[in-house]
């Protein structure tokens, strides 16, 4: 299974961008990077996912590097209800085809006044 | 939509006690799965369900069982209780996409404690 590293905390000041760093070297060519966040103790909330290009959509920006083994989730304008912890997920793929997610430990955010 | 309903929200068991986690969703999807999640800790997937009468092993499935008799339904079942089992369960929904991406949808989640 592809495994993703990620740092174990960041701060930001509100208001800046937030840039979370993801490496996953072992990541197959078809494989889908993902990232979720998840707010206190609620359910994981999926917030980006992107294959080889970079995306963006309402809540972040994804960026993919050329060789896929890395990628950086940015939060454009930091606020306070953006402190979270934030998992980086590539889908790993079994053997009969199917898909699951495999959770780390993810980066918890802290956006501070 | 409701999205992903888990009952009950909060257990409290006793040693050897055994009891069914609850998971409902209403969007038609056919990838259903079962995580935990310890104190300060990711997430580790139990069970997952690829569609109705299919399920499979995750990281860590010792002492649970799954089944999925129908696509809006994946009960989670603790046979013998025991403290390590302890934790915070999450169900999650997911619809395989024509691009081959697979959003998942999580449920509130239910906090099991056993005595």
């Known amino acids: 299974d592809a495994k993703t590293t990620q740092p174990p905390s960041m701060d930001c000041a509100e208001g800046r961008a937030a840039n979370l760093p993801c490496n996953h070297s072992?990541?197959?060519?078809?494989?889908?990077v993902y990232w979720y966040r998840q707010i206190h103790s609620q359910g994981p909330q999926y917030i980006i996912h992107g294959l080889k290009n970079n995306e963006t959509n309402e809540m972040a920006s994804l960026i993919i590097t050329e060789d896929r083994k890395s990628s950086t989730l940015i939060l454009p304008h930091a606020t306070l209800r953006d402190t979270a912890v934030y998992y980086c997920?590539?889908?790993?793929?079994?053997?009969?085809?199917?898909?699951?997610?495999?959770f780390g430990t993810g980066t918890r955010l802290k956006v501070l006044a | 939509n409701a999205g992903v309903t888990q009952t009950p929200k909060f257990r409290i068991l006793k040693i050897g006690q055994s009891m069914t986690l609850q998971c409902t969703q209403d969007m038609n999807h056919n990838y259903m799965y079962w995580y935990r999640q310890d104190p300060g800790m990711g997430l580790k997937l139990i069970y997952y369900?690829?569609?109705?009468?299919?399920?499979d092993k995750g990281e860590v499935p010792n002492g649970y069982n799954v089944s999925r008799s129908t696509t809006e339904d994946f009960p989670l079942r603790l046979e013998l209780a025991a403290p390590s089992q302890t934790s915070v369960y999450f169900c999650a929904s997911g619809r395989q996409g024509a691009s081959g991406a697979n959003v998942l949808t999580f449920g509130a989640g239910s906090r099991l404690t056993v005595l």
């Open positions: 997920i590539v889908r790993a793929t079994t053997t009969s085809g199917t898909y699951k997610y495999i």
């Open positions: 369900s690829v569609g109705a009468g299919i399920t």
């Open positions: 072992t990541i197959s060519g078809n494989e889908y």
